[in-house]
């Protein structure tokens, strides 16, 4: 490790800020380049646009460690005690500036411009009165209520009976493998796969939806016995109200993994020891579960539950894909999504996020708290 | 499946006992759940090598049942990555999600080890508020962002969605590797800063190699979460074709009901690849990070 010369601090401090400008410059320059749409042209498309992610890719990822190299060598090419002092900021700085200019700027513009951004002559809550009595919002904000009350709970009962369940079967491994695969499928890859699913065709054509073939199959034993007249395959994604119960399966489906993953770390945490007493006291299997396991693992349930209510809440891409917020399924984030973008409102846009961040926040700071009850990262 | 040994009942207590004992009922129970869970994603997979005509006329399920008399085909993979934009889209995604997954955790690392083992001022209100900032959801942000980024042409960049990423990752990435970086043994350091190492030199060369499984983590959950995003990269990033990424791409195809609808199969499975490849390969160190989330690990 090269060692600073106190004798010409001066010099170093120039080579240092040399090689920070040099720095700066490059990542300037080529990431100005990479806006440049035919700076490839020469080149076949596909090649093209192989070169143009390269130098993307490698101008991102070494540039944020130049920036962090450079830094630090300005630093350290200061007296003595400059460095001392300023040392620490070269590590924490850089994350500090950036959460401020992309979440706090941002979240204090949101509430100041839903209280400030209102028609002349009428007070703060205009756009909160807007809101509240606009049919489309109360439905939006109804619709998140369901959301609410189902996703979480359901996610995390089919998931700890999954977690309890595969606990005691051959295979384990691989069984969970396909209930948590999932979780890498986008929400928007999620949408496809269950549009597929809740396919429609007019009665008579083959169904090619699983589901209104299932429908239809069941239907028809019971057509055959006389116990109903006829069955006819269903839109589900236009059938409201249960329209919002099958998008919530989609959600369901993409976070039982989840609920399952850390439930079921969580009860094989639990000492045998405890469910072996309580079977030796006549318990049954059903009731030491109840008893001994549940309470045991309910830091885990409690941070499953917050964590999945969180992202329900803020749900979007499913509903946009599916539906688009027709049929009477809008939640408030496609909500705040229209009325940025198809109606230009955003004083309504604001006001929607900071309903979001009002109904997030409490659920929040359970989750951390019990995050931090637990003790995590030890 | 072999029939259950009905054993003494003392064996049969807790869950130690063993998986050999399973009822019939648990192991349907399971056989259920998993199907559940699956059939949507094979119906999905099955419809991807059949002819348009054929997936839209017939359900999936006709050509497992007669997989010899089904006309199987490769074209709809072969179309969507030649003439759609999902190539475009494909790259797209990786000139974002690589940067936005390095960007973060290099600054969550930098950040971590500041402040767990420097001292200075201002310390403990700084990251007090980088982890208050966990509570704030991103939509929050999208509004003023938006502005800024619409008066400094910063929308539809590829550095401008990099940013917002790293920002939006941030709070969560830092406390996760806090909550690492803290708890390594104190001695380490303190034996190189006598031989005269600097902090940069100690993080680069001790903290982030010891780091390396709780880096890992926090970075395939921030690649995961970037490669699905859809809403920061509609917003920020948006939907031509030179920088759409594939949700957007695939988004699209949706809304356009026409020619290219039957193409959905295989644009969603190309989209799916990278992440179930990382998922997959990696997936021991995503359930670590998922658990060191969570419950204590």
Request: no cysteine.
């Amino acid at each position: 490790m090269e060692t600073i010369t106190p004798t010409r601090p001066g010099l170093k401090v120039i080579q240092a800020l040399l090689l920070a400008g040099v720095v700066v410059l490059v990542l300037w320059f080529g990431l100005g380049l990479l806006r440049q749409p035919d700076l490839f042209s020469s080149l076949p498309p596909n090649l093209s646009k192989l070169a143009q992610a390269l130098i993307a890719i490698v101008l991102g990822v070494v540039g944020i460690w130049a920036l962090f190299y450079s830094a630090n060598t300005i630093v350290e090419a200061l007296p003595g005690r400059a460095t001392e002092l300023l040392r620490p900021y070269v590590f924490v700085l850089p994350a500090v500036a950036v959460v401020t200019l992309y979440l706090i700027y941002p979240t204090v513009g949101t509430v100041v411009e839903s209280v400030t951004n209102v028609p002349e002559g009428s007070g703060p809550l205009y756009n909160y009165t807007e809101a509240f009595t606009n049919p489309e919002v109360l439905l939006a904000l109804r619709n998140n209520l369901i959301w609410l009350l189902l996703a979480p709970a359901a996610s995390v009962l089919i998931g700890l009976v999954f977690a309890a369940l595969v606990d005691r079967i051959k295979r384990e491994s691989l069984a969970k493998s396909f209930v948590f695969m999932p979780l890498a499928v986008s929400f928007v890859g999620a949408a496809v796969i269950w549009k597929f699913v809740y396919a429609w065709k007019p009665p008579g054509q083959p169904q090619i939806g699983i589901l209104n073939a299932a429908w239809v199959w069941v239907g028809g034993f019971f057509v055959n016995l006389g116990w109903i007249e006829q069955v006819e395959p269903i839109a589900w994604l236009q059938l409201i109200p249960w329209n919002t119960v099958a998008l919530i399966a989609i959600m369901v489906w993409l976070q039982v993994g989840f609920a399952m993953v850390v439930l079921s770390a969580a009860i094989k945490g639990v000492p045998a020891e405890l469910t072996e007493a309580a079977r030796i006291d006549g318990a049954s299997e059903f009731q030491s579960f109840i008893r001994i396991v549940v309470p045991s693992i309910w830091g885990a349930l409690l941070t499953v539950y917050t964590t999945i209510a969180i992202a329900v809440l803020k749900v979007f891409d499913i509903i946009f894909v599916t539906t688009g917020g027709n049929f009477d399924t809008s939640v408030v984030a496609v909500r705040m999504y229209q009325e940025m973008f198809r109606f230009r409102n955003f004083a309504q846009a604001t006001t929607m996020a900071v309903i979001l961040l009002i109904a997030v926040i409490p659920i929040m700071v359970i989750n951390i708290r019990n995050l931090r009850r637990q003790g995590i990262g030890k | 499946m072999t029939t259950t040994v009905s054993k003494p009942k003392r064996e049969k207590v807790g869950r130690t006992a063993g998986p050999e004992k399973a009822s019939w009922l648990v192991r349907l129970s399971v056989f259920v759940i998993v199907a559940m869970w699956t059939i949507p994603t094979l119906g999905l997979f099955v419809n991807s090598f059949r002819t348009s005509v054929e997936s839209s006329s017939t359900g999936w399920w006709t050509s497992l049942i007669h997989p010899f008399t089904t006309e199987w085909t490769l074209d709809n993979y072969h179309r969507v990555l030649t003439s759609g934009g999902m190539f475009d889209a494909l790259i797209n995604s990786l000139i974002v999600t690589i940067p936005s997954t390095v960007i973060p955790v290099t600054l969550a690392a930098f950040a971590a080890y500041g402040f767990a083992w420097l001292r200075f001022k201002g310390r403990g209100l700084m990251f007090g508020l980088l982890v208050a900032l966990l509570v704030v959801p991103l939509q929050l942000a999208l509004v003023p962002l938006l502005q800024v980024y619409q008066s400094t042409g910063l929308t539809g960049s590829f550095v401008g969605v990099w940013l917002a990423h790293t920002g939006f990752g941030l709070p969560l990435a830092v406390f996760l590797l806090y909550g690492f970086i803290s708890q390594l043994p104190k001695d380490l350091f303190e034996s190189a800063f006598i031989d005269g190492a600097s902090p940069f030199t100690v993080f680069t060369r001790l903290v982030l190699p010891l780091s390396v499984p709780a880096l890992a983590a926090f970075a395939i959950f921030q690649f995961l979460w970037v490669w699905n995003d859809f809403l920061v990269a509609l917003v920020f990033l948006g939907t031509s074709s030179d920088v759409a990424v594939l949700t957007i791409e695939l988004a699209s195809i949706v809304g356009s009901r026409g020619e290219a609808f039957h193409l959905l199969t295989a644009a969603a499975f190309v989209s799916m690849l990278i992440p179930l490849i990382v998922f997959l390969s990696l997936q021991r160190y995503f359930v670590r990070g998922l658990l060191a989330g969570s419950v204590k690990g």
